[in-house]
């Protein structure tokens, strides 16, 4: 298990970048599979995108694909999400999440572990 505390959300102007990150205790964070949803008001928990552990590879959703990018530095137990060209559909309560069955996983159920959310608000 993991504990997660994510940081670097706020308000943006459409087309601006922010770049959130989330801080990982724990011994295992390496061996884990770390993603990112978001939950818009009224609307249900989506995936936005997730890395696996040590070769790193990622996949992202159809609405932040080239807009988003996922990285993860093991030696800090850190994960970032780095999201360029918001949009105000973008705005959202983000999390992060993380993962021990190596599965890279678009569902929320496959995540055990969870961050409390850092708020991400773009106005147009």
């Known amino acids: 298990q993991v504990q997660l505390v994510e940081s670097g959300g706020g308000l943006v102007q459409a087309g601006g970048s922010l770049r959130l990150s989330c801080a990982a205790s724990g011994r295992t964070f390496s061996s884990y599979v770390m993603g990112w949803f978001r939950q818009a008001p009224g609307k249900e928990r989506e995936f936005v995108a997730a890395?696996?552990?040590?070769?790193?590879?990622?996949y992202y959703s159809d609405s932040v694909r080239g807009r988003f990018t996922i990285s993860r530095d093991n030696a800090k137990n850190t994960v970032f999400l780095q999201m360029n060209s918001l949009k105000p559909e973008d705005t959202a309560v983000y999390y992060c999440a993380g993962s021990a069955n190596g599965i890279l996983s678009t569902t929320a159920n496959e995540y055990a572990d969870w961050g409390q959310g850092t708020q991400v608000t773009v106005s147009s």
């Open positions: 890395i696996r552990r040590g070769a790193g590879m990622s």
